[in-house]
């Protein structure tokens, strides 16, 4: 293989990442501008894109079946070659149009079988007499012989393929990759298995950006051992090794580009020493705030706090992550952090996610504050209370107007609000403390818009301290990798004296009927509840139509006699206030909604939530569904309606029943979905983890933070490791590349 062209040459330690990224794919014998074209359309144009391709899976020939020697009812692999294909006409029932078949005999020089599709037209055209491919099934007999029935099938060479070294004899003893390929593309995976090969034989030996030491301390193979293990294995247990380096190597360069983010942005910072002790010693409106609550703290909270107050104290923003589960009290954490912003004269912002969540923070910060005062600058030696404001979407023009000048003239002192927070004409005279509710409904993109409002337009200001917080706890591991950018507190316990949830999932009718007379008894002793409808395909207005017809069917059936209120999406926003305002007020007794509640509402009298087709739902949106009840001291109940049956929808509705414990949950979640939904829009491009598995592989996780920690050292740069940063530049979207690697 030619070395990249470049100045400083090929690195004599061997092969980089960064030469075969440079390499188009056609430099491989046997590569030309058809095989080309088919590459190109599975994602891969250079050397690199092809070697990054790994095998979905493997096959073991030495454990194949000859054809001859299959059994009725023992599942098996076999390698056979098609001797011939055919259509014939279907026999029907009377009525009824015939499946269409598909019939194959296959076979080597053990013996042939017949192979049948039904209802699979184009096996016909991948399958023609000649082609040789893997084929796995349960052998079942009819008319005295022995057949396969819709096996799976792997072609391993077409009709035409005349490559040399790949007759049947020569495949015995090998173990085939099996590469994803699309139907769309006419190559097989012995093709581009034989296309990997010569890449790996022309690379030689890579350079291992891992120093031997990490290596050894972590148990990693090298990675021109971990390459030739994932494609070319000799043995079925090369494989895993290799998988762990490579996976190693993904969530490495994932950490060292959020390590190095954290370190340009502590670089590049004008911070807030904020005033957490006054001088005089008299106490600041934080400590006012907490003294004046009708509960003392717990542990947990008290130990968040303090964690903040250092981060505030200090000469560089805070850029911390607080997880807590849905009711741990997060709220008074983030109103106290605002607070230490306003004591040193600057401005707090809330942010949440939603107008009903919005609306309702705002509500719960007023009566938290309740009183509280500030000196008044325009008026020296006096006093005024806190000033709040609320801006989302629907304020109205003169509110609105009003607030962006107090906001500017700094006479408000804390704004809640929506992503209306966010809009240029929104600018603040000193912004000190950002929290953000509820992050994960919230891009990495807005995070940083609303931080960079602390600057002003001018560029003068500083960079405001930040506290995410979420109620989806999400393992400590998976956290690492989708929050690796922000330090990290748990608050680990709830407030005392909240009585437990039970936890029904009514499958029965009977259970079903429990159900509503739950809801029917919790009333008539004072209570309140929820009705979750369920997702409903289509728009807004579809789903809003499916819930008040629902809620129209409940009160004049199940829910007769009791007053029923109705909250979704599409109500005009006052509409939805006065729903909301009527229900905290306990002129409602029911609320039929859509998921609009999900998040933060708080409605202590609320005691019972009936989710209709919970199945629709996922684990930490019941979870937080469910966070709506028990808030207050009352047994409340939560029940769980869907009569699906399917081994998946149990393990989900199970876990909700078992535990009601965020982080037991949300590991529940991610060993049932995979990593893909947590990581969502964070990972895009090469920066895929194509191998690494964040629940399986978090000693990989943890091990990869703390190289990335190392290696990016106290003067926040790779300088010292241009191989690494070489490499890592390789991996990263171009705006993030220059934002880490600027000077
Ligand atoms: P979340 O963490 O889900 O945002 P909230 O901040 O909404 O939780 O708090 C849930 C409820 O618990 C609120 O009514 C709040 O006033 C109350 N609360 C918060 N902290 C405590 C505490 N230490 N003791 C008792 N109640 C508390
Ligand atoms: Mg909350």
Not at 31 to 50: H, T, W, Y
Not at 63 to 87: D, I, K, N, Q
Not at 318 to 323: F, K, S
Not at 582 to 588: N, P, S, T, V
Request: include cysteine; charge should be neutral.
């Amino acid at each position: 293989m030619t070395p990249a062209p470049g100045p400083s040459g090929p690195a004599p330690t061997g092969r980089r990442l960064a030469q075969l990224a440079e390499l188009p794919v056609s430099v491989l014998r046997g590569v030309g501008p058809r095989a080309a074209a088919d590459l190109e359309a599975l994602g891969i144009a250079s050397v690199l894109d092809l070697l990054t391709q790994y095998p979905r899976r493997h096959v073991d020939a030495t454990r194949l079946v000859p054809p001859g020697a299959l059994a009725v009812g023992e599942p098996a692999a076999m390698l056979a070659t098609v001797r011939s294909a055919r259509r014939p006409p279907g026999r029907a029932p009377r009525g009824r149009r015939a499946p269409i078949r598909v019939e194959l005999e296959v076979g080597d020089a053990s013996g042939t079988v017949r192979v049948v599709f039904f209802n699979q037209a184009w096996r016909a055209r991948q399958l023609p007499a000649g082609t040789t491919a893997l084929f796995f099934g349960k052998p079942s007999e009819y008319g005295g012989r022995l057949q396969l029935v819709n096996p799976t099938v792997e072609v391993v060479r077409t009709a035409g393929d005349e490559a040399e070294g790949d007759d049947d004899g020569a495949a015995a003893g090998r173990i085939y990759a099996v590469y994803p390929l699309s139907e769309a593309v006419r190559l097989t995976s012995v093709q581009v298995s034989r296309f990997v090969g010569e890449a790996l034989d022309r690379a030689g030996t890579f350079a291992d950006p891992l120093d031997p030491v990490w290596r050894q301390r972590i148990g990693l193979v090298g990675r021109t051992e971990a390459f030739t293990g994932i494609h070319r294995p000799r043995r079925m247990s090369d494989r895993e090794p290799a998988r762990r380096r490579l996976a190693f190597d993904e969530l490495f360069r994932l950490q060292l580009a959020l390590v190095l983010r954290q370190a340009r942005l502590a670089r590049d910072a004008r911070g807030i020493r904020h005033v957490i002790q006054r001088p005089d010693g008299a106490p600041t409106l934080a400590d006012r705030f907490l003294a004046g609550l009708p509960f003392a703290l717990t542990a947990g909270q008290r130990g968040a706090l303090a964690d903040i107050r250092a981060d505030l104290a200090g000469p560089r923003p805070m850029h911390r992550l607080l997880q807590g589960d849905v009711g741990a009290g997060k709220t008074v954490v983030a109103v106290a952090t605002l607070l230490s912003a306003v004591e040193g004269g600057h401005q707090g912002a809330f942010m949440a996610p939603t107008e009903v969540l919005a609306e309702q923070h705002r509500l719960g910060i007023d009566a938290l504050l309740d009183g509280l005062e500030r000196p008044d600058p325009s008026a020296r030696g006096a006093d005024r209370p806190v000033s709040v404001a609320l801006l989302t979407s629907r304020t109205g023009a003169a509110a609105r107007r009003r607030i962006r000048d107090g906001l500017a003239d700094g006479s408000v002192d804390l704004v809640v609000g929506t992503h209306a927070l966010l809009t240029d004409d929104v600018r603040f005279a000193s912004l000190g403390a950002v929290v953000i509710d509820e992050q994960h409904r919230f891009g990495v993109e807005q995070r940083a818009a609303l931080r960079a409002k602390g600057r002003g337009a001018d560029g003068g200001g500083h960079d405001p301290d930040l506290l995410v917080m979420t109620a989806t706890p999400i393992p400590r591991t998976a956290a690492m990798v989708v929050f690796g950018d922000l330090d990290m507190t748990v608050v680990d316990d709830l407030p005392p004296g909240r009585a437990p949830i039970v936890t029904q999932w009514a499958r029965t009718p009977g259970q079903v009927a429990g159900a509503w007379a739950r809801v029917r008894d919790e009333v008539a002793a004072g209570h309140r509840a929820f009705v979750v409808c369920p997702l409903v395909e289509g728009s807004d207005r579809v789903e809003a139509a499916a819930v008040t017809d629902e809620s129209a069917r409940l009160a004049a059936g199940e829910l007769a006699g009791l007053r029923v209120g109705l909250l979704h999406g599409q109500l005009p926003a006052g509409e939805k206030a006065s729903v909301m305002d009527a229900f905290r007020a306990g002129r409602l007794d029911v609320l039929v909604a859509t998921t609009v509640i999900e998040v933060g509402v708080d409605v202590p009298e609320a005691t019972v939530m009936v989710v209709e087709d919970a199945d629709r739902f996922g684990i930490a949106q019941l979870h937080q569904l469910r966070g709506r009840v028990g808030r207050g001291s009352d047994q409340s109940w939560c029940f769980l309606l869907s009569g699906a049956e399917t081994p998946e929808v149990g393990e989900r509705l199970g876990a909700l029943e078992r535990t009601t414990d965020g982080f037991e949950l949300a590991d529940v979640d991610l060993r049932l979905r995979g990593a893909g939904t947590i990581l969502g829009a964070r990972q895009k491009g090469r920066s895929d983890l194509r191998l690494a598995d964040l629940l399986g592989d978090r000693d990989l996780v943890e091990a990869a933070r703390e190289v990335a920690t190392t290696v990016v050292g106290s003067d926040g740069t790779l300088d010292a490791h241009p191989l690494l940063a070489d490499e890592l530049r390789l991996f990263l979207e171009d705006d993030e590349a220059e934002f880490l690697f600027k000077s």
